[in-house]
């Protein structure tokens, strides 16, 4: 099993201010990043998962950004020759549930196509633990 460091920063308070509290942990225990991924959902912010003594192939890094209830989830994965970002892509179902939303979503400042967004914290949850355990997540998940 690989060990990770855990990143995050989420907003303070119900984030009107623009005031941010996050920091770093080397060698996180599963309990510890769920803990901050719960808050940062249910806030908004980053979370990332790094492997530190893992392979030098395969995946890398997995992050999330959140603001409002609407996720940005991605995997990266070296391959040797590229550096790949995998992505959640919505089901149907949530397809359905965006369907009133623009074609962009702006998270942060930046522009992403909807279809990229995830609004199911579970989904996310699922992911991170995923990644904790095995060291990926499944391309059904991250495409």
Not at 36 to 53: E, H, P, Q, Y
Request: charged share 25%; with cysteine; proline share 2%.
């Amino acid at each position: 099993m690989s060990s990770y460091t855990l990143s995050w920063s989420r907003a303070v308070g119900d984030g009107s201010t623009g005031e941010t509290s996050g920091g770093t942990k080397a060698d996180a225990t599963l309990e510890g990043m769920l803990s901050n991924l719960k808050k940062t959902l249910n806030k908004s912010g980053s979370v990332s998962l790094a492997v530190i003594d893992g392979p030098e192939l395969g995946p890398q890094l997995l992050q999330v950004e959140t603001q409002g209830g609407k996720s940005l989830l991605t995997l990266g994965v070296d391959d040797g020759d590229d550096y790949i970002v995998r992505n959640y892509v919505q089901s149907d179902k949530e397809r359905n549930a965006l369907a009133e939303e623009p074609e962009k979503i702006k998270l942060f400042g930046n522009y992403w196509s909807k279809h990229l967004i995830c609004t199911d914290k579970e989904v996310v949850t699922a992911a991170f633990t995923e990644f904790y355990e095995t060291g990926d997540v499944s391309k059904a998940v991250l495409k």
